[in-house]
């Protein structure tokens, strides 16, 4: 724990990598990963700096924003986190991020790896069937939570 929220990396010396990956596991996915409760505050402290600028590999473009990865181009932010983000969020966030998903599938009906944050037709793996599974673990709890409130 680093300033109030969960570190990336430790080395048991002091030193700390303060990010977060798009890819899971993540900090934003905790909940969903392990044992720690989505209503725990050092989570929620954790969830709102991954979710900012502070974190070096959140982006924010004309298109949409949320988390990239070290591993993909910069500016590329990737399906799984905005699925892990709606996964984690109260239902208006769930809404919103499947909104976003569906409006940057760059025009091939799939998600990817990672898009262009202005320009999701600039897109890595063309087919990336994790972050299709997560987009529809998303699309599963949202119908469901459309069901039990109905």
Known sequence: MVDGRYAYEVDGLGGTL???????????????????DQADPLYQATRAWVLSPENPYFYSGSAAEGIGSPHTPEEYIWHIALAVQGLTGDLEEARACLATIL????????????????????????????????????????????????
């Not at 202005?118 to 990336?128: E, G, H, I, Q």
């Open 103 to 150: 409006a940057t599938d760059g025009g091939t009906g799939w998600t990817h790896e990672g898009f262009h944050k202005d320009d999701p037709t600039l897109f890595t793996r063309p087919w990336f069937s994790w972050s299709n599974s997560m987009a529809c673990e998303l699309m599963m709890r949202i119908a469901v939570d459309d069901e039990t409130a109905a």
């Open 18 to 36: 303060l990010m977060d990956d798009a890819n899971m596991p993540s900090l934003l996915s905790l909940p969903l990963t392990s044992d720690v």
